[in-house]
């Protein structure tokens, strides 16, 4: 068998991470389990956390996304998170997302609010968490490539947002949750 290295600048090829995910039917009820990629492949319904870190002057913390990420590669999400895998509760996914991609750990979380995400293939109920961070942050490399903060307004203009990330940001701002603190 003949392999062919990858042509110069060509892009990296995306890596799907080999986990059981939780699905669940159009009304937010677990159904079963599937392979990650199987899940992708057939668009099913799933869950997901979306973990808003804001520091004390209110900016939000903008990540982006790796080159090998499946889903919108080089991307910038305004959220820590991913999919809730098999049988696992949602705000422990939660605190797993945020300690994994982001090093943030033994802080407290709020859940904030829910919200549906049916675009572009995706089908996913989101569990959207506030938390405030002024420490360092230690980034995933396989997949946070750079992290800064914004404004939520900049970080909502920004060209190349996950459309699930800012949906879950203009939700927090439509609920008042991301007004300036005193």
Known sequence: MTVTP???????????????IQLVDARNRPCGSAPRATMRRFRFWHRATYIVVRNSRGELCVQRRTLTKEVFPGGLDLAAGGV??????????????????????????????EFVHAEGGNH??????????DG??????????????LSP???LALDG?????RQAVKALRSAGELEARP
Do not use: K
């Open 6 to 20: 990858p042509q110069a600048g060509a892009p990296p090829e995306p890596h799907i991470a080999d986990e059981q």
């Open 84 to 113: 809730v895998g098999a049988g696992e509760a949602v705000h422990v996914a939660a605190r797993r997302e945020l300690a994994e991609e982001l090093g943030i750990q033994g802080v407290a979380l709020r859940h904030v609010l």
């Open 124 to 133: 996913i109920f989101g569990s959207v968490y506030l938390v405030d961070h």
């Open 136 to 149: 360092p942050l230690a980034l995933q490399a396989e997949e946070v490539a750079d992290a800064f903060w």
């Open 153 to 155: 307004d900049e970080a």
């Open 161 to 165: 947002v996950t459309p699930d990330t």
